[in-house]
């Protein structure tokens, strides 16, 4: 984060001394050319790594987390759409048409929308 705010004024500094007539100028041209490439690979390789390496990938992905749980549908899923309640949040969601009271298993997130799918039925009596 440094090089550029390092590179960019010595750039600057290298042409001012360029259009003066300073040929020294141009070891500040390469050598500020030199710090912004080496902040773009630092960019590219080492964080690119570290952000990878997320103990928790779906933090910021709500509908995410919930992949795997069984829920109650509490609004008729007709048409494909409908409504469970998760937690004290009601989600809205697509998946196979069934009643209220139906327990479904989430399997999945597309936007706003939770993905659902029939629970099985030995899963139910354990919820």
């Known amino acids: 984060m440094m090089l550029p705010w390092i590179a960019v004024p010595l750039g600057m500094a290298g042409v001012w001394m360029v259009l003066r007539g300073d040929t020294t100028g141009w070891w500040l041209v390469v050598l500020a050319a030199a710090l912004l490439i080496v902040d773009l690979l630092i960019s590219l390789v080492w964080a690119k790594r570290t952000r990878a390496r997320s ?10 987390q919930y992949v795997g749980r069984q829920v109650c549908v509490v609004e008729d899923i007709i048409g494909g759409e409908g409504k469970v309640r998760i937690a004290d949040t009601v989600w809205r969601v697509r998946g196979p ?9 989430v399997t999945g997130a597309d936007g706003p929308h939770l993905v659902v799918s029939a629970a099985d039925e030995r899963d139910t009596h354990s919820a």
């Open 97 to 105: 048409d069934c009643t209220a009271g139906t327990w479904v298993r």
């Open 55 to 64: 103990d928790q990938p779906s933090l910021n992905q709500r509908g995410a």
